[in-house]
């Protein structure tokens, strides 16, 4: 990166630790005012579906400082060391540079989000839903177009032979990213299964008894269905893998790139698609045109190799 990216860089993540910081400089004034138990997290309606000592409410600051110090180690390491995609050197250094800017606004919406959680924890207040869908869907709108600049970036300055070579680096996180999402997924179905409903005046009604509510439809279903959910995105991601792994045996690098990018697109949105359902919220159409885009993206590019094979 050169010096003006690593100024924004280190002004974004400075702002975001600052943001974070401030959040829990403002709970530690609050701490002695507190009973020994406050509420510390929400529903989806943004009103406390858990009452706990005072000391969970670090909670977020835990889990925020975490992401921020995930994400600025990750900077550095995509800082320092190549890609290991195909492509030019100048490439190669516009692919991390926006890669690291990507992660960077990431983190500073994180901070933001953690920072309202805190903040609604400490005065003890309901938790503002419209704002948190909105820095959700900031999170969103800054994945989804730094894929897409990488994208473009890669198709610029790939090299021709490229999609002979092996993939690398590339080829090894669209085979592990996608897994540890699921697992991620898997984790937070577990840690969420005895809280449905999340409703506070339907929980201790029987017929509403492990019951989800569905945003989208304005429903409410067995929680039963949330692992048949994950089951069908496990099943996804087995066959891309089957067929990716048949696709190297037989030396069919456009396949392999294809299941690769497929692999990679399914696991982030089935991730975040996942995420929504556990926490009662509906999927917007954005996030599925994003995804609809990115695999029409995806077989385009593989058609364009196959001719140029050919």
């Known amino acids: 990166m050169n010096g003006k990216i690593k100024t924004v860089h280190r002004i974004l993540l400075t702002v975001s630790i600052l943001i974070l910081g401030a959040?829990?400089?403002?709970?530690?004034?609050?701490?002695?005012?507190?009973p020994e138990e406050i509420g510390v997290h929400f529903g989806s309606d943004g009103s406390f579906d858990v009452v706990a000592s005072k000391f969970f409410g670090f909670y977020p600051h835990l889990i925020g400082s975490i992401v921020i110090a995930g994400i600025a180690f990750s900077?550095?390491?995509?800082?320092?060391?190549?890609?290991?995609?195909?492509?030019s050197e100048k490439g190669?250094?516009?692919?991390?540079?926006?890669?690291?800017?990507?992660?960077?606004?990431?983190?500073?919406?994180?901070?933001?989000?953690?920072?309202?959680?805190?903040?609604?924890?400490?005065?003890?207040q309901s938790l503002d839903t419209d704002k948190v869908l909105l820095i959700l869907g900031l999170i969103a709108v800054a994945s989804v177009a730094g894929v897409m600049a990488e994208i473009v970036t890669y198709i610029r300055h790939r090299e021709k032979a490229s999609e002979a070579a092996p993939s690398g680096i590339f080829h090894r996180l669209c085979r592990l990213i996608p897994w540890l999402l699921t697992a991620g997924a898997a984790a937070a179905l577990a840690e969420s299964?005895?809280?449905?409903?999340?409703?506070?005046?339907?929980?201790?009604?029987?017929?509403?008894?492990?019951?989800?509510?569905?945003?989208?439809?304005?429903?409410?279903?067995?929680?039963?269905?949330?692992l048949a959910a994950l089951l069908v995105g496990l099943i996804l991601l087995a066959v891309l893998e089957i067929i990716s792994v048949r696709a190297a045996k037989a030396e069919n690098?456009?396949?392999?790139?294809?299941?690769?990018?497929?692999?990679?697109?399914?696991?982030v949105f089935f991730f975040w698609w996942y995420l929504l359902l556990l926490?009662?919220?509906?999927?917007?159409?954005?996030?599925?045109?994003?995804?609809?885009?990115?695999?029409?993206?995806?077989?385009?590019?593989?058609?364009?190799?196959?001719?140029?094979d050919g």
């Open 23 to 34: 959040s829990l400089v403002f709970y530690l004034i609050k701490w002695e005012d507190f």
């Open 75 to 87: 900077c550095r390491l995509i800082g320092k060391r190549k890609t290991g995609l195909r492509i």
């Open 92 to 124: 190669d250094e516009h692919f991390r540079t926006e890669l690291c800017l990507t992660l960077d606004c990431i983190a500073l919406l994180v901070s933001l989000f953690f920072a309202l959680w805190s903040l609604s924890v400490s005065l003890q």
């Open 193 to 226: 299964w005895e809280r449905y409903p999340s409703d506070d005046a339907l929980y201790m009604d029987p017929a509403y008894q492990g019951l989800v509510y569905s945003a989208n439809f304005d429903v409410y279903y067995d929680r039963k269905l949330l």
């Open 253 to 267: 690098q456009p396949l392999v790139t294809l299941t690769d990018r497929l692999k990679l697109i399914t696991g």
């Open 279 to 308: 926490s009662q919220l509906g999927i917007g159409a954005f996030s599925v045109g994003a995804f609809a885009l990115l695999c029409v993206i995806s077989f385009v590019l593989y058609v364009r190799s196959r001719m140029a």
